[in-house]
């Protein structure tokens, strides 16, 4: 009790200097329960959702998925509507409602503007049935009566100035209708963001499975006192095989799943920034308490006269860390929901609606997040408080800090120099390997081992590069500048610590740019040497293009050809009986001009000859298949056919790796009409002299389209830029939590080495220094020091982006690309940061008292 005490007493006594610890720890514990509580809270949304849209059973076309936002032919599956005829007269059924569901649509308002969301949640085309009154309601106007009518949900409405009587065109696979705007309808539950618009039946039935009398599903409804599975038997007997029949618990796992893994990303992606800022935290806690140690000498050196055990003074200290970790992290876990609330604002705000009626905090955020913030700064206080433990009584009575270990220096700077070494080794072993899978485990190896060794010999390396930094930046300040590096290297394992923190985060931002650059500069020089058509007509999210839009470009004037690109699905067995589920790219005879591809083996012309087609080097290799074999072939939903392999195309560094060719008309020839799958990309070449007149027409053909893009050469290689650019942008505002962290921990340092300061200041105060030329030499010392450490980030870094990049050449991004501009910019971003981070602890070193400073001890 009297080491709890006494622990206390510290923590309250010195609840200044331990501040920023606790907002370290405060901001990284607030991190992992925001995570937390948005991935619970996005969950429980969609659990709702499930939970009030599923019927008891449902049955669908055997093979189907209900879930599917592109369909391959643009048109859900089907079956006639006697099957709810059949599906009533079964044992146990109370009602069943047939179904017309489709995501393959897309849904424009009188200007050609998509209503639809960007955030990449579907657009829903439903039929209007008394079954949907359980997950709706109407809010405004009626139902739709006929093909004039349309409902809308409230959220889309809203967000598109909709009102009741506004036209809407709908464009299916089935054609282009237009109608208007019956009645808007609001969700019982939160609507997660997709776009749902409603019609009667037969409207739903003609324009969006192609003609009336189909359904897509059966929503059945139990009997009362009817188990959903015995149902879902009685239903199957009743049908027979070629259905897929699930209880609700079933669609609402499948429905789960589909979200799960979206959400598993999204969560262990954000928990591992955590983690970065965690680590972050750590030195900023390491240097809090080893100063508050060294600074607590003479008062340690005290309670060790008067009896205090090693034992108890190292546990005095690692209780002062358990009650800034609790503090920290109880306010973390509060901080945390409403980080929580504020990333849900920001998702509504995107497109993506999340409800605090859904906030869902678990016992387990608040459990996760207080053991998780304990333990890291519990241990980070253990080193500083074995180190409080053996300070002597007369040691302590004779210094006021603690004297420097010289041995235990040469030991680290060995242990780091072997460390990084080994990172070294393991980096330069990551770019000599032939194979992916190995290489990432010598990528790892290396990252890890030449972080700790920079880490570790950080205080090692701090005296030559400050001093070489001092020459270039400090030097120029005179008297000032070459105090503000004596500082600086005055505790060399300080300023390590310290630069230590801002060269994690710096270290994955150098990374990050350097593999973000190669892989825009490998993948424009792929575009340059593979990409021979002037035109790319695509959707951004990979929906097939509808039949009129097709139509619409090849009536384009000015077009030498327009090339269709159709994944078809096959089965295909080799020549040794082995088969296999492949996809077959069925094109036309002008793909190889649009898209150079490198051929290892026969000629890739021929595959496009009638029973013939082309595989990828991969298949050949693994399959034993030469030019000259014959396989057997089966399309998905139509025939068997038997093609000759005409050629053999390269699968690494290539644009459509892996992919099989045939001609359009083989894959015509074994499939219905219905079956056929659409194009997803088409390919256009202008005649001669005539390119700019072809690009504009074709953006005028597509207008009336707008979830369709038409690029060129140009805005292909600038929409990959921005993609690229865009992913790194998101990966740097969650490093930005450990950068802040960082910058936290020098403010930290500075503002406890004034502290520790103070006589020396009032000293040098006394002898005629300024309180400016006082705050200049503090926010010198830390430019230095956040110069320091963003040197051996930034190097570090772009090692790691360099062998990350060799990597990546063995799937073809062979381009290495040094993001100079950034990588400057950062490193002198950093002297801001050390500047910024100076202002406080500059400006209470300016307040002080001159006299009351020499006097204290």
């Not at 965690?278 to 003479?298: D, P």
């Amino acid at each position: 009790m009297t080491v709890f005490r006494t622990s206390l007493r510290n923590v309250l006594a010195h609840k200044g200097r331990m501040a920023l610890s606790a907002v370290a720890v405060l901001l990284s514990v607030a991190f992992v329960s925001g995570t937390l509580v948005f991935t619970d809270t996005m969950n429980t949304t969609f659990d709702k959702l499930f939970a009030v849209t599923a019927s008891d059973v449902t049955v669908s076309p055997a093979g189907s998925d209900p879930t599917d936002e592109h369909p391959a032919t643009g048109r859900p599956d089907s079956f006639p509507d006697s099957v709810v005829a059949e599906v009533r007269k079964a044992q146990g059924v109370a009602d069943a409602q047939g179904s017309v569901t489709s995501m393959g649509v897309t849904v424009v308002d009188k200007g050609d503007k998509n209503v639809g969301p960007t955030t990449g949640a579907p657009t829903i085309a439903v039929n209007w049935s008394p079954y949907e009154l359980r997950s709706v309601e109407l809010a405004e106007g009626r139902e739709p009566r006929g093909p004039a009518d349309v409902v809308v949900d409230r959220g889309t409405a809203d967000k598109h100035s909709l009102k009741v009587g506004d036209p809407l065109r709908t464009i299916s696979a089935a054609g282009d209708f237009t109608a208007k705007i019956s009645g808007i309808v609001e969700f019982k539950v939160t609507n997660p963001g997709a776009t749902v618009v409603y019609f009667d039946t037969a409207t739903a039935q003609r324009e969006l499975l192609g003609k009336e009398g189909l359904f897509t599903q059966v929503m059945v409804e139990a009997g009362p006192g009817v188990a959903d599975e015995t149902l879902r038997a009685d239903v199957a007997a009743a049908l027979g095989n070629g259905y897929k029949i699930q209880t609700a618990d079933e669609v609402a796992d499948a429905g789960r799943k589909d979200v799960g893994e979206f959400l598993d990303i999204m969560k262990y992606a954000m928990l591992g920034f955590a983690g970065i800022a965690f680590l972050v935290g750590i030195f900023l806690i390491v240097n809090t308490f080893s100063m508050l140690v060294a600074q607590r000498t003479r008062e340690i050196g005290l309670l060790r006269a008067v009896g205090s055990s090693r034992e108890q003074i190292n546990r005095s200290v690692l209780v002062e860390a358990v009650l800034l970790g609790l503090v920290g992290s109880v306010a973390g876990v509060v901080a945390g929901v409403g980080l929580a609330i504020g990333l849900m604002e920001l998702m509504s705000a995107m497109g993506m609606e999340l409800s605090t009626r859904d906030l869902t905090v678990a016992w387990t955020t608040p459990a996760v997040g207080l053991a998780l913030g304990v333990l890291v700064t519990v241990l980070a206080a253990y080193v500083p408080a074995r180190r409080a433990g053996k300070v002597s009584p007369m040691a302590a009575l004779r210094d006021a800090g603690t004297p420097a270990d010289g041995r235990a220096g040469r030991v680290r700077g060995g242990l780091g120099l072997l460390l990084t070494l080994a990172g070294g080794g393991a980096l330069w072993a990551a770019t000599q390997t032939e194979k992916a899978g190995t290489g990432s485990l010598w990528l790892g190896a290396g990252v890890v081992l030449s972080l700790l060794g920079f880490v570790v010999i950080g205080p090692v390396l701090a005296g030559g590069v400050v001093r070489a930094l001092g020459l270039v930046v400090l030097r120029v300040f005179g008297p000032v500048g070459r105090m503000a590096e004596r500082n600086a290297l005055r505790n060399p394992r300080r300023t390590g610590a310290t630069g230590a923190a801002l060269m994690i985060g710096l270290a994955l931002v150098a990374c990050l740019s350097v593999v973000g650059s190669s892989m825009v500069a490998s993948a424009t020089d792929e575009l340059d040497r593979s990409v021979g058509a002037d035109y790319i007509v695509r959707n951004r999210m990979g929906a097939p293009i509808v039949p009129q839009a097709q139509a619409a470009v090849e009536k384009v004037p000015g077009l030498d050809h327009v090339t269709e690109y159709r994944p078809v699905d096959v089965r295909i067995t080799d020549p040794r009986g082995t088969a296999s589920e492949e996809r077959l790219a069925a094109t036309e005879p002008t793909y190889p001009g649009d898209l150079r591809r490198e051929v290892t083996a026969g000629d890739l012309a021929a595959a496009y000859a009638p029973g013939a087609m082309s595989v990828g080097s991969d298949y050949a290799t693994e399959h034993g298949v030469k030019v000259g074999d014959t396989l057997t072939v089966a399309f998905t939903h139509g025939s068997t056919a038997k093609l000759k392999v005409a050629a053999i195309t390269k699968d690494v560094g290539n644009v459509d790796d892996g992919a099989m060719y045939t001609n359009v008309a083989t894959a015509r020839a074994h499939l219905p009409a219905e079956r056929l799958p659409a194009s997803v990309l088409l390919l256009a070449s202008a005649k001669d002299g005539q390119e700019d007149a072809a690009y504009e027409a074709l953006k005028t053909a597509l207008a009336p389209y707008p979830q369709y893009t038409v690029s060129d050469q140009a805005d292909y290689k600038e929409d990959l830029k921005n993609q690229v650019g865009q992913l790194l942008n998101i990966v740097y505002g969650l490093l930005a939590l450990a950068i802040i962290v960082a910058v936290l921990g020098v403010v930290n340092t500075l503002a406890l080495s004034v502290v520790e300061r103070t006589r020396e200041i009032g000293l040098m105060r006394a002898i005629g220094l300024s309180r400016r030329q006082l705050r200049r030499m503090i926010r010198l010392e830390s430019v230095v020091i956040a110069l320091f450490g963003a040197l051996l980030g930034l190097g570090l870094g772009m090692a790691w982006g360099t062998a990350a990049q060799k990597l990546l050449a063995l799937e073809g991004l062979g381009v290495l690309e040094i993001p100079w501009p950034t990588i400057l910019t950062v490193f002198a971003g950093s002297a801001f940061v050390g500047l910024f981070a100076a202002l406080v602890p500059a400006f209470r070193a300016g307040r002080m008292n001159v006299l009351n400073a020499i006097a204290t001890e």
